[in-house]
């Protein structure tokens, strides 16, 4: 995929189809956890019990396993980088002086209002003074 990148408006632009994106990868996989918990001994139930809830279980969690990427996919689409599916950790790609930078986005947050270096990771943010500079 080419490496797309953004300003600061452009990428605010994105975010409301990216925050309904994050959300709905946070609910998939937490039903997929869900699913991966359950523990089914084959002693305590009758064979062909075991075998239909088994089955069951397999195609949920293959189901809902297809829907994660897909929608992994779409989010990858729009240019962003995810960083942390937990924390609704987001990047985009920036031309700064020459360089590459991230404009950084975390879920909760009403704005792009971040920046680090390529290099750095989300402790190095920094808050975008001039909104300008980086258009």
């Known amino acids: 995929m080419v490496q797309k990148y953004f300003t600061v408006d452009s990428a605010q632009k994105q975010i409301p189809k990216i925050k309904k994106s994050l959300l709905k990868l946070q609910h998939l996989k937490k039903a997929i956890d869900a699913i ?3 523990r089914i001994d084959p002693m305590e139930v009758e064979h062909d019990e ?11 969690y293959h189901k809902l396993s297809y829907e994660f990427y897909k929608e992994l996919e779409n989010l990858e689409k729009t240019g962003c980088v995810l960083k942390d599916l937990e924390q609704g950790l987001v990047d ?16 909760g947050e009403e704005k792009v209002k971040a920046w680090h270096e390529a290099d750095d990771g989300f402790a190095g943010r920094k808050p975008i003074i001039d909104l300008k500079q980086l258009q």
């Open 36 to 38: 991966l918990s359950i």
């Open 50 to 60: 075991f075998l239909e809830t088994n089955t069951k279980l397999n195609k949920e």
């Open 92 to 107: 985009f790609y920036c031309k700064f002086e020459g360089r590459d930078i991230f404009l950084c986005w975390k879920l």
